[in-house]
């Protein structure tokens, strides 16, 4: 099977644009799960959707908001971006969210805000 | 989810065992230990999991104490490409991903 898959994988913008991601999860997942990844934070959790709903939201603004499509692939995006959003965003996809599965994540769009 | 704690840094010979610990001396009986390593600014990479029981896999062995406070990744014959940062974390049985806490996890260097 095809591993998650990631667009773009690195992406420059400027303060004030936004942005959107995407992310393929394994074929058959239905657990998508967005993380950012800094230096200074280390990995944080985003959001997580199952089946088209979000099941879970990290402490994140507004700004930051996220989409699952009925074949599972995901979006996220960022409005209004701001310095400190250069980051490696991660996706993850499980298949379920039992206990004992397992999720993997993709290579990470690595964006940079200037 | 319980916490873990883990040393922030060590080093291992090329063909030696690598042992990683991890302490979570507050996991909960529902609770999984999962392994996960990150090579530089790559996604991290699923490594194994595990419940009561050790695991084996082909990338590693997981040796989790019979009190469940504690486990260790054993890397069999550490290899330069096993260099990364692993995080050992705990998630409950839950219907959700969302809470995972990856921390700093462990520096792991292999050398020659």
């Known amino acids: 099977k095809a591993g998650v898959t990631q667009t773009p994988r690195y992406l420059i913008k400027t303060r004030g644009q936004q942005v959107t991601l995407s992310c393929s999860p394994i074929?058959?997942?239905?657990?998508v799960s967005w993380y950012q990844q800094t230096p200074g934070q280390g990995l944080q959790f985003l959001f997580e959707?199952?089946?088209?709903?979000?099941?879970n939201k990290g402490n994140f603004p507004g700004r930051f908001s996220g989409r699952q499509f009925s074949n599972s692939r995901s979006e996220m995006n960022v409005s209004t971006l701001e310095l400190g959003d250069s980051a490696l965003y991660l996706c993850?996809?499980?298949?379920?969210?039992?206990?004992?599965?397992?999720?993997?994540f993709g290579p990470g769009t690595r964006l940079l805000v200037l | 989810d319980a916490k873990t704690t883990q040393p922030p840094s060590m080093d291992c010979a090329e063909g030696r065992a690598a042992n990683l610990p991890c302490n979570h001396s507050t996991i909960s009986g529902n609770e999984y230990v999962y392994w996960y390593r990150q090579i530089h600014s790559q996604g991290p990479q699923y490594i194994i999991h595990?419940?009561?029981n050790n695991e084996t896999n082909e990338m590693a062995s997981l040796i989790i104490t019979e009190d469940r406070k504690s486990s260790t990744l054993i890397l069999p014959h550490a290899t330069l490409r096993d260099t990364a940062v692993y995080y050992c974390i705990v998630r409950v049985t839950t219907d959700s991903w969302g809470k995972l806490q990856f921390g700093a996890g462990t520096q792991v260097v292999v050398t020659p």
């Open positions: 959707y199952f089946s088209e709903t979000q099941r």
């Open positions: 595990g419940l009561k």
């Open positions: 993850a996809s499980s298949s379920t969210l039992a206990g004992g599965e397992t999720q993997y």
């Open positions: 074929s058959g997942h239905r657990s």
